[in-house]
């Protein structure tokens, strides 16, 4: 997971570097990686001098604006389908897409005891 972060780092770096005088980088960003993505992008702001505009929302909503012509630099999406289709439709630069994280469920609770690492509590019907 650091490691896909670090590169997510550099791809950003890298967006930002080719931007020559625009000052400005617009991240379409799904919204369950906004959360981290906001110090990544404080980092990047403090190392380049380039503002990152991060634009939540969920996957679907984000790609119809790109195709829509939404003026994003970058998509952080929460599925590989969608990058794929805009590379494919010529919307993406070619082999630009990896995968920076990989999601997993979880069972939680604020209640101390009341999730044990069996998952007892999805056999009571509460």
Do not use: C
């Not at 930002?16 to 993505?37: E, H, K, Q, W």
């Not at 590989?80 to 289709?85: D, F, G, Q, S």
Request: without cysteine; proline residues 6%; charged residues 20%.
């Amino acid at each position: 997971m650091r490691n896909s972060l670090l590169r997510l780092a550099f791809v950003l770096a890298l967006t930002g570097s080719g931007l020559a005088s625009a000052d400005t980088i617009r991240v379409a960003v799904a919204s369950n990686f906004v959360d981290p993505l906001r110090p990544i992008a404080q980092h990047f702001e403090a190392g380049t001098g380039h503002t990152v505009i991060l634009s939540p929302g969920s996957t679907g909503k984000l790609f119809a604006q790109i195709v829509n012509g939404a003026p994003f630099d970058a998509f952080l999406a929460a599925d590989t389908e969608r990058p794929a289709r805009l590379e494919r439709d010529g919307l993406a630069v070619p082999g630009s897409r990896f995968t920076y994280a990989v999601g997993r469920l979880m069972l939680w609770s604020p209640r101390p005891g009341y999730v044990d690492d069996q998952g007892t509590v999805l056999e009571t019907g509460r």
